[in-house]
T-cell receptor
Framework: QVQLVESGGGVVRPGGSLRLSCAAS????????MHWVRQAPGKGLEWVAF????????EYAVSVKGRFTVSRDNSKNTLYLQMNTLRPDDTALYYC????WGRGFDYWGQGSLVTVSS | QSVLTQPPSVSAAPGQKVTISCSGS????????VAWYQHLPGTAPKLLIY???KRPSGIPDRFSASKSGTSATLGITGLQTGDEADYYC???????????FGGGTKVTVL
C-alpha cells in the first residue's frame, strides 16, 4: 500500500535551517509529482511547494519563495524540503502529498512538526 | 487571505443537508480540477472529491460536488456527528503557478 513518511521536523531558532524528508513506498514514485502542504496552529491548510515527477519545475508559495527548496531523489524514493531563514510563522505541521486533483491519486504522510521559536 | 473563498462555518441538525461554497477565478477554479477535503487538525486530510465531482472509492454518496464557472460547491446530505470537521476546496492557480486551498469551512452538527 502507498506510504509517505515524513521526518526531520523539530525545534529551531528564528533564522535557522531544517531539512524535511518524505520517504515514499508502495507506488512508482518516479512517475508522480509531489507537493508539500502545511498547517500552522489554529490555521487552515496552506500549499507550500511542488516538484514534478522528474525533479523539474519546482514551484513555491509566495510565503516561502527564496527561503525553501524542494527536491527529490528518485533513486531513493525520497522527497525533500530544505527550509532556510526560518521564521516563527513557519511553525506548522508539514505534510508531503501526491495531491493529484485530476486523477484522485491523493496520499498524505502523517506530518512532521516544525517549531520555530527562540 | 486565500484566493479561494469559503464560508468560515456552516451548521445543521443530524440528517439534514449542508452546502459549502468555494469561490475563485478564471485562473484557478474556472480552468482546473477542483478537489474537496475533510480534515481533522493533526491528521492527514481525507480526499472527498476530485476532478470537480468524482468520489474516491470508499467515500459515501452523501458527499457530492459540482462546479460552475469560477465557483464550486460541496454538499453533504444525511448529516452525521462524524461529519464534524473542517472542509477545504483546492485547485491549481495557473496565473500564480501555485496550489491553492480555500480558507476552510467548519461543519457543526447541531
Amino acid at each position: 500500500q502507498v506510504q509517505l513518511v515524513e521526518s526531520g521536523g523539530g525545534v529551531v531558532r528564528p533564522g535557522g535551517s531544517l531539512r524535511l524528508s518524505c520517504a515514499a513506498s508502495g507506488f512508482n514514485f518516479n512517475t508522480y509529482s509531489m507537493h508539500w502542504v502545511r498547517q500552522a496552529p489554529g490555521k487552515g491548510l496552506e500549499w507550500v511547494a511542488f516538484i514534478r515527477y522528474d525533479g523539474a519545475y519546482p514551484e513555491y508559495a509566495v510565503s516561502v519563495k527564496g527561503r525553501f527548496t524542494v527536491s527529490r531523489d528518485n533513486s531513493k524514493n525520497t522527497l525533500y524540503l530544505q527550509m532556510n531563514t526560518l521564521r516563527p510563522d513557519d511553525t506548522a505541521l508539514y505534510y508531503c502529498s501526491t495531491l493529484d486533483w485530476g486523477r484522485g491519486f491523493d496520499y498524505w504522510g502523517q506530518g512532521s512538526l516544525v517549531t520555530v521559536s527562540s | 487571505q486565500s484566493v479561494l473563498t469559503q464560508p468560515p462555518s456552516v451548521s445543521a441538525a443530524p440528517g439534514q443537508k449542508v452546502t459549502i461554497s468555494c469561490s475563485g477565478s478564471s485562473s484557478n477554479i474556472g480552468n482546473n480540477f477542483v478537489a474537496w477535503y475533510q480534515h481533522l487538525p493533526g491528521t492527514a486530510p481525507k480526499l472527498l472529491i476530485y476532478d470537480n465531482n468524482k468520489r474516491p472509492s470508499g467515500i459515501p454518496d452523501r458527499f457530492s460536488a459540482s462546479k460552475s464557472g469560477t465557483s464550486a460547491t460541496l454538499g453533504i446530505t444525511g448529516l452525521q456527528t462524524g461529519d464534524e470537521a473542517d472542509y477545504y476546496c483546492a485547485t491549481w492557480d495557473f496565473s500564480l503557478s501555485v496550489g491553492v486551498f480555500g480558507g476552510g469551512t467548519k461543519v457543526t452538527v447541531l
